[in-house]
């Protein structure tokens, strides 16, 4: 059973176009997070939210929209997506409580051509 | 500018020998440590970490070290074993005014366990 969970694995789509990765978590852990790894495999936090309310919001375009519909749901979307957007992304959840860490999800890999 | 470093970007160990995996960091401020293990095509998973009013944490083969006046952590693996074979990130956080207690992270270094 699946903590965190994120669709699609892969996603390989065309310049311009409009996608949305999902991530789901049956922790129910109140804080979620996307992280996006770099081509230098540095991981870059991207959006923090908790309890459905967005508290990091790091220096990414506008074109990427979190979208948290319940505390168990928080869900990237991309519009007009370009070639430096290929990356991998992952989905990760955590306690208020900092010590035991984060749960990651496996990871979408977006290949945009 | 990084705050996490890991210079090496990867290690190989012989099976059975120790594995030791740097890191260090400029912040002063950080008061919490982590490692965190990655395979391919996998996300990373919480492996062990160290509050800053310790030096040491252990659980079973591995052992991280926290030296503060060096600003330096290590993890120790012993004896290794070629599943331990993965790309090992350290992270760091701070309170509020520091990081905010979101996880800054190093490059990774990656380690082979030889057989």
């Known amino acids: 059973d699946t903590a965190v969970s994120q669709t699609p694995k892969y996603l390989v789509t065309q310049m311009g176009n409009d996608k949305s990765i999902k991530c789901e978590q049956n922790?129910?852990?109140?804080?979620m997070y996307w992280y996006k790894q770099d081509s230098k495999k540095f991981l870059k936090i991207m959006f923090s939210?908790?309890?459905?309310?967005?508290?990091i919001n790091e220096t990414v375009p506008n074109r990427f929209s979190p979208k948290s519909p319940d505390k168990a749901h928080l869900n990237l979307h991309i519009n007009s997506l370009e070639l430096g957007d290929s990356a991998v992304y992952f989905c990760?959840?955590?306690?208020?409580?900092?010590?035991?860490?984060?749960?990651f999800g496996s990871g979408t890999r977006l290949t945009v051509v | 500018d990084q705050q996490v470093k890991q210079n090496s970007p990867s290690l190989s160990v012989q099976e059975g020998r120790i594995s030791i995996l740097n890191c260090d960091y400029t912040?002063?401020?950080?008061?919490?440590f982590l490692w965190y293990k990655k395979y391919p095509a996998e996300g990373p998973t919480f492996l062990i970490s160290?509050?800053?009013i310790k030096d040491k944490n252990e659980d079973g083969r591995f052992t991280v070290f926290l030296n503060k006046s060096a600003k330096h952590l290590s993890l120790h693996i012993v004896p290794s074993q070629p599943g331990d074979s993965a790309v090992y990130f350290c992270?760091?956080?701070?309170?509020?005014?520091?990081?905010?207690?979101?996880?800054?992270w190093g490059a990774g270094t990656k380690l082979i366990i030889k057989p």
């Open positions: 992270a760091a956080s701070g309170e509020v005014r520091v990081s905010n207690y979101q996880l800054i």
């Open positions: 922790l129910g852990h109140d804080t």
């Open positions: 912040n002063s401020m950080f008061d919490y």
């Open positions: 160290i509050s800053s």
């Open positions: 990760a959840s955590s306690l208020p409580d900092r010590t035991y860490g984060y749960t």
């Open positions: 939210y908790n309890n459905k309310e967005l508290i």
